[in-house]
């Protein structure tokens, strides 16, 4: 029961009860449809995923690492700012990752 209403009052606590109950069932309606929504969503992308070609899969991978590379440079300045070192593993051993893309290029090209 609700602790905002009185025991003794039966009709105003089942009117609540059943205001609840509509909020309830509107919230469910609202999730159904987010969860509706972000299935359609996934779905798209999955689709467009599949039409990208090689080239513009490495093209994404190197916008990836840039981007990745970037974020650790300014965290890397932002600590040394602070006074503190913050080296991650990560950022060691992106050096190798990044030349992933240029040897696929290469022997993309010598396929050719």
Same mark, same amino acid.
């Given at each position: ?37 972000? #299935? ?10 599949? #039409?990208? &070609?090689?080239?513009?899969?490495? &093209? ?27 080296? &991650? ?7 190798? #990752? ?15």
């Amino acid at each position: 029961m609700t602790g905002a209403v009185a025991i003794d009052n039966p009709v105003a606590e089942l009117k609540c009860l059943k205001e609840q109950a509509a909020k309830l069932r509107q919230h469910k309606k609202e999730l159904a449809r987010q969860l509706r929504n972000a #299935q359609r969503k996934h779905k798209r992308l999955k689709e467009k995923a599949n #039409q990208l &070609s090689d080239n513009d899969l490495l &093209s994404v991978m190197l916008m990836r690492q840039e981007k990745k590379a970037r974020l650790e440079t300014a965290a890397g300045a932002a600590a040394a700012a602070s006074g503190t070192n913050n080296t &991650s593993p990560a950022a060691s051993s992106s050096g190798s #990752q990044s030349r992933l893309p240029e040897e696929v290029n290469r022997e993309q090209d010598t396929a050719t």
